[in-house]
């Protein structure tokens, strides 16, 4: 089964959370080469807004009764879901945007959940499942900074991927991407180049461990 990657940048040119997944996907190639990755762009790709109410009311009306609109959102939720319990590993790259998870990325979340393989009383959809959720944001959030405790897109994700799906979840973070970009952070230049050489050496380690979780 394959290497399932998911994308939720809005660009592709100068894409940080690309770049390290770009890595880890590499590092997986090395040991299953010919490998098919199979992908899901919802940064670009996205997925209808208005999905996840009509899969949400399709689930509770008898199939042979669902309207068009709920056939194709129920449909669309299992595909989803079928990317994920079909893989081997879950790679995930996943930016802060407004200081929280992208429209996209609720709407997928959503969708996944509310099919009823994902639902609260299902067993764990990714139970011990490795996924690497490779996450950037612009500015910087850690302890003592301006902005402490303005990340809402971090532990959101892994509250689902970890405890809610059950993942074997590593987290690959880089912050301060928008250095060089907003001359108001041009203080930060020595740190977020360190920051962004650390996590490209750490997407190279994660990505040895992740292939190495399926026999070559
Ligand atoms: C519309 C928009 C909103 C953003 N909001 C935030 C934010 O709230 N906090 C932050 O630290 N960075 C924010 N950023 C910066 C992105 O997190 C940063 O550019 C990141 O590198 C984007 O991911 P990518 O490089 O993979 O495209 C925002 C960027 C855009 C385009």
Known sequence: ?????????????GSASREI????????????????????????GVLPADAWAHAVAGNSTPAK????E???AVALAAALVDELVTADAVLLAVPMYNFGVSQHVKTWMDLVISDPRAA?????LLANKPVVLCTVRGGAYGAGTPREGWDHSTDYLRRILQ????ADL?????????VGVNPALDGFKDLAAHMHH?????????GKVLAATRAA
């Open 65 to 68: 009764a669902r309207s068009k």
């Open 170 to 178: 590593t987290v690959i973070e880089r912050e301060f991407t928008l």
């Open 198 to 206: 650390s996590a490209l050496a750490s997407a190279r380690e994660v």
């Open 163 to 166: 405890d809610f799906w059950g």
């Open 21 to 44: 997944a770009d890595i880890v996907e590499a590092e997986w190639l090395v040991v299953h080469p010919g490998d098919t990755i199979e992908r899901r762009n919802i940064g670009g």
């Open 70 to 72: 709920q056939q194709a």
């Open 120 to 124: 609260a009383g299902s067993p764990p």
């Open 1 to 13: 089964m394959p290497l399932f990657r998911l994308d939720a940048s809005i660009r592709t040119d």
